[in-house]
């Protein structure tokens, strides 16, 4: 496919979603009402356990991040959907309905291509958010229920792309600097619109979206593109046009935060980052 061609589908995708043509699938639905919910300062605990227990996979993830490391720190189990809403709290509960719309955004891909880009893209997304949690309350001093949010939908635009790509064969073949340069950014933004997303948070992943991580880190932005430079996971749709980075990312990180206490912190970390991604895997 030619670059103007993929450029063009791009802002096609772009203008269908700004059009108010993003369809979102049953399980994104669930996630929609559930965080239009948690919006309205009214809403009960009660009401709030009642709209997650109408979704099975919302449910389930919901139980298991109030009993991940993270979040349990007493190491008490829950076993119930209104207990767990009530550990994590409505911002946390507003961030993975969030993921779940984010990960249902895709829907079902046709084709073994695209339902592997968009499982890897997960798998990437999981890390990146679990990460940011760590990197917000340990680096950057930040709020870490914002940066796991953040981290959740750094890449939305990427699963609308990817559940559009069976209309458009060979999109996200080849080179994929195209994505970077602009289809990224205008599907993404568009996206981010649709989902209300608070503009703090829209700006920092714009910046991340540009690629600069200022050192020392202390930004949403730099939070996100510390937690993208150190996930094991790569998300698939950077293989090839690869996330601009300065020279020696890694040693200015190392410099900027030090080596040996880097390295301390992800270790510390460990368990909770690898509880977190566990639990978001849906």
């Not at 007493?74 to 076993?79: F, K, L, M, P, V």
């Not at 064969?169 to 981010?192: K, Q």
């Not at 300065?246 to 912190?265: K, Y």
Request: charged share 20%; hydrophobic share 45%; proline share 5%.
């Amino acid at each position: 496919m030619r670059a103007m061609d993929r450029r063009e589908i791009f802002r096609s995708l772009a203008a269908d979603v700004g059009k108010g043509e993003l369809s979102f699938p049953t399980s994104a639905q669930v996630g929609m009402r559930v965080r239009r919910a948690l919006d309205d300062p009214d809403c009960h605990i009660d009401a709030a356990a009642k709209l997650v227990q109408a979704e099975p996979l919302l449910s389930a993830r919901v139980v298991a991040i109030a009993n991940s490391v993270a979040y349990n720190r007493s190491g008490r189990e829950i076993t119930d959907v209104r207990t767990a809403v009530a550990r994590l709290g409505f911002r946390t509960l507003r961030s993975l309905a969030t993921a779940l719309v984010t990960r249902q955004l895709a829907g079902a891909p046709q084709g073994q291509a695209s339902q592997d880009l968009a499982a890897q893209l997960w798998q990437h997304t999981a890390h990146v958010a679990s990460l940011a949690h760590v990197i917000a309350r340990r680096v950057t001093k930040l709020d870490p229920e914002t940066a796991m949010f953040a981290g959740i939908i750094h890449e939305v635009g990427g699963f609308y792309a990817i559940s559009r790509s069976k209309d458009f064969p060979g999109l996200f073949e080849d080179d994929l600097s195209d994505w970077l340069e602009m289809g990224e950014m205008e599907v993404g933004r568009a996206v981010l619109k649709v989902l209300n997303v608070p503009e703090p948070v829209t700006h920092a992943i714009e910046v991340y979206w540009d690629g600069f991580l200022s050192m020392p880190p202390v930004t949403l932005a730099d939070t996100i593109l510390l937690a993208e430079e150190l996930t094991p996971v790569g998300s698939p749709l950077h293989r090839l046009g690869g996330k601009p980075s300065g020279e020696g990312m890694t040693a200015s990180i190392d410099m900027a935060i030090g080596a040996d206490t880097l390295q301390s912190i992800l270790k510390e970390s460990a368990e909770d980052v690898a509880s977190l991604t566990a639990a978001l895997q849906f």
